[in-house]
């Protein structure tokens, strides 16, 4: 067994220049943000810009929008820029109205008007019904109205007293007399001179009561005939009056059209709207009347002065559905898109318990309000409302609008509804969302990719260039000074971004989720507020940052407490055989930090089998069963190629109650077999934190920044003694950007970060012992990790084929 060099032969970190490459505030060239020119606009979206540009100028149909995009990096404000930009540019879009169909109520006509004049017809039509609600009633009230109407009356009356009273004499002559109730006539037979009591009918014989029956019977049909006659003639009375009335009321609609026409001559649409409103006015004058007696005598009328409220004049009404005032093309957000919310609703009234509508009930969309322009929706909210994402579709291909509503589609109810007209559309529609749902749009939907031809891809970091880093520096300036926020120093803007950096994940790099920047920002601004200072500091913004981290921090301080109290088990001192420290990060919310976690390897004579613990319990996800899969690879390919793989080992992440998932792990598992197969002991103050290939490449992993630090932060509470530290990809290097605590402990030599690319520089670091490379001979080094590795599997292969000879030489 090789000996460990516990302390001399511990690789040396990397120096603190490399943890934090920090920004230096003399590279921005200013002292203040104050006199700093601010950035208009964005920086490093060129190729999102171009897409939205693309799609808000050009006009054929198809070249809708998706933008994508993490949260923060401006998605919004472009958009709203840019669109702003290119509405100045398109002409105002045209007026819609919904009118009366005459012929069919329950299809109301859609008139296209020129932008404006949506309302002056509204006007117009108020002001029509309100003139001839006050100049009908005085035609009806007129000398030459009541002389026709008293003509009228006196001859039919004539007409009717005429033939009554010759029936009336004519019965009398034949023993019987007509007597007049307030609702009909009845005949009644003559006794003595006087009308036949019943009792006195009673007392009569069969014979004489067959007589008087037979006389009013026959009496009972002439008088029918008669009476005939008069309902006759007073149909003929109601139309001689309708066409006094429809003549009477002709004089004063048609000179009140011919002056709304002149008003509107150059719109074909409104003339021929005017003419059916025409017609239907004369034809029910009557509803300019009121009768102050009984609704059959409608003889002295009165004005009325307030027809809108009045729903008898609806019928006359114009209902604006969209009128533009503005001299550019509308740009439309809509934070609820429903169905209703997008495509317009028809409303409903109770009347006597009963839902009725009409089509002043009618109300817009969104889709009508950006109609002529740009429509802005966020993507999972339309996806959200039932009915709205193929309602939305169906619009863009039919490029009309159709008002229907989700109670018709699911025949909810039956109650009187609406089929307006369809009204063209001609918009853009801009979808903001996230890339995941822009691909599932992709895969699942055939229709997405015909409909939204063009997707602008917000960039999540910029690359960290001196021009990048002045460029970000003029656009946080222009935040400031747009927000109202006191002006930074420039170590507080190189300050912040060097938190810009951390947030890339990547030292090469600048976020440009800008939105958490301008958190930090408003939040330092009131610390400085609060301390009375001129100036942003470099101390308000890392305080600022601090704090931030503070208030997501209670989870975490949990979990370290558990492991610093030895509720949890981790080592950061000693050695142990095929025990190793690895390093995971936990997320909750926006929140992310490491976490050490013990991984642990046993193995024995078997059958050439490893088992995945983590898998066999089902905690395992795909990815770090894969992970397994790669290393139980590496050792197959590796050593004892010439004998059967005769191993038994499990690999198990110690008091692990949630699922494990990631192949962040996998190099560490790889370094606990192979000391459990070497028996060599691993430095347990080292974590270790990388994912392996099959050729014992060491790869990169993500957060790690946060891993290095959770393993700081409970070495540190334990005391630092200057052999701890952390192994990590060396393709991550370009990746970190530590925190300054963790940069001052690697300059004092009290912490050190290893990189590492291969498995045999890992596990030498890990152990102290060489890994070994294989000779000429194709042996590895007797004493090297790597020889003993090898020469533990050969012995297992050895002994199982030992025993396998016993098995067989046992009498059976």
Aim: aromatic residues 4%.
């Amino acid at each position: 067994m090789p000996r460990l060099n516990y302390g001399s032969d511990l690789p040396i970190g990397l120096p603190s220049s490399r943890l934090r490459p920090e920004c230096d505030p003399k590279s921005l060239g200013f002292k203040t943000t104050a006199t700093l020119r601010p950035r208009a606009g964005l920086v490093g979206q060129d190729r999102a810009i171009d897409a939205i540009k693309l799609s808000a100028e050009i006009t054929r149909k198809g070249f809708n929008l998706y933008v994508l995009g993490h949260e923060g990096t401006g998605r919004h404000t472009a958009v709203s820029q840019l669109l702003s930009d290119a509405a100045a540019s398109r002409p105002v879009p045209c007026d819609w109205v919904y009118v009366n169909n005459f012929d069919a109520p329950h299809r109301p006509h859609a008139v296209k008007l020129p932008p404006g004049l949506a309302a002056s017809l509204k006007s117009a039509m108020q002001q029509l019904v309100e003139d001839l609600a006050a100049e009908i009633p005085a035609l009806f009230e007129s000398e030459d109205y009541q002389t026709q109407r008293r003509a009228i009356d006196d001859e039919l009356g004539q007409k009717n007293v005429d033939p009554i009273d010759e029936f009336a004499a004519r019965a009398e002559a034949e023993g019987a007399v007509l007597v007049r109730t307030p609702t009909e006539f009845m005949l009644t037979a003559v006794v003595d001179g006087k009308p036949i009591e019943p009792e006195v009918y009673a007392a009569m014989s069969a014979k004489e009561q067959s007589k008087i029956d037979a006389e009013i019977e026959k009496l009972q049909e002439q008088l029918a005939s008669v009476l005939s006659h008069g309902l006759q003639r007073e149909k003929e009375q109601r139309q001689r009056i309708e066409a006094l009335h429809a003549a009477m009321a002709e004089r004063a609609v048609s000179q009140r059209i011919r002056e709304i026409k002149a008003q509107f001559a150059d719109n074909k649409a409104i003339g021929i709207y005017l003419e059916t409103v025409r017609t239907d006015m004369i034809s029910n004058a009557d509803l300019f009347l009121l009768s102050v007696e009984s609704e059959q005598e409608a003889t002295f009328p009165e004005i009325i002065h307030k027809y809108h409220q009045d729903p008898r004049f609806d019928r006359y009404a114009v209902n604006i559905m969209v009128s533009h005032g503005t001299a550019s093309a509308p740009i439309v957000g809509e934070d609820q898109p429903s169905l209703g919310h997008l495509t317009g609703q028809v409303e409903n009234v109770s009347e006597m318990g009963t839902l009725v509508t009409n089509f002043t009930l009618i109300k817009p969309g969104a889709l009508h309000r950006a109609n002529g322009g740009y429509l802005v929706l966020d993507a999972q909210r339309v996806l959200s409302e039932p009915y709205a994402w193929n309602a939305l579709k169906r619009c863009l291909q039919s490029q009309s609008i159709t008002i229907t509503s989700i109670a018709d589609r699911l025949s909810l109810t039956s109650t009187v509804t609406l089929e307006p007209d369809p009204i063209p559309l001609d918009t853009r529609v801009v979808l903001i969302g996230d890339r995941r749902l822009h691909t599932l749009l992709m895969l699942l939907d055939p229709e997405f990719a015909q409909l939204f031809k063009l997707q602008a891809d917000f960039e999540d970091a910029l690359p960290r260039t001196a021009k990048n880093t002045r460029a970000l520096a003029r656009v946080i300036a222009g935040h400031a000074t747009e927000k109202g926020l006191k002006p930074m120093t420039a170590a507080a803007v190189a300050a912040l971004l060097d938190h810009a950096v951390r947030l890339a994940g990547d030292n090469k790099e600048l976020t440009l989720e800008l939105g958490a920047l301008a958190d930090i920002m408003r939040e330092a601004d009131f610390y400085a507020v609060q301390k009375k200072h001129r100036l942003i500091s470099n101390k308000d913004i890392v305080h600022a940052i601090q704090q931030a981290e503070r208030r997501g921090a209670r989870i975490k301080e949990r979990m370290q407490e558990n492991i610093i109290r030895n509720t949890v088990l981790i080592d950061t001192s000693g050695v142990a055989v095929g025990q190793v420290n690895g390093l995971s990060v936990i997320g909750i919310g926006t929140h992310h930090f490491g976490q050490p976690s013990r991984i642990t390897a046993a193995a024995r004579m078997g059958t050439g089998k490893l088992i995945d613990i983590e898998r066999e319990v089902e905690l395992g996800g795909p990815l770090h069963s894969k992970g397994v899969l790669i290393l139980s690879s590496y050792l197959a390919s590796h050593f004892a190629l010439d004998v059967p793989m005769s191993l038994h080992a499990s690999l198990v992440f110690e008091q692990s109650y949630g699922g494990v998932d990631g192949d962040s792990a996998s190099s560490a598992e790889l370094y606990a077999l192979l000391s459990a197969l070497s028996g060599v002991p691993i430095r347990q103050e080292l974590g270790v934190t990388g994912s392996v290939n099959q050729n014992g490449e060491v790869q990169a992993i993500g957060d790690v920044n946060e891993k290095i630090e959770g393993f700081f932060d409970i070495c540190n509470t334990r005391n630092l003694t200057g052999r701890q530290g952390v192994l990590i990809p060396d393709s991550n290097v370009d990746h970190l950007m530590l925190r300054p605590d963790v940069v001052a402990a690697a300059e004092k030599g009290r912490f050190r970060v290893i990189p590492v690319a291969t498995i045999n520089q890992g596990i030498a670091a890990l152990t102290g012992v060489k890994a070994g490379r294989r000779g000429r001979n194709g042996q590895f080094p007797h004493n090297s990790i790597n020889g003993l590795v090898e020469a533990q599997l050969r012995a297992f292969a050895m002994n199982r084929h030992h025993f396998a000879q016993l098995n067989d030489t046992v009498p059976k």
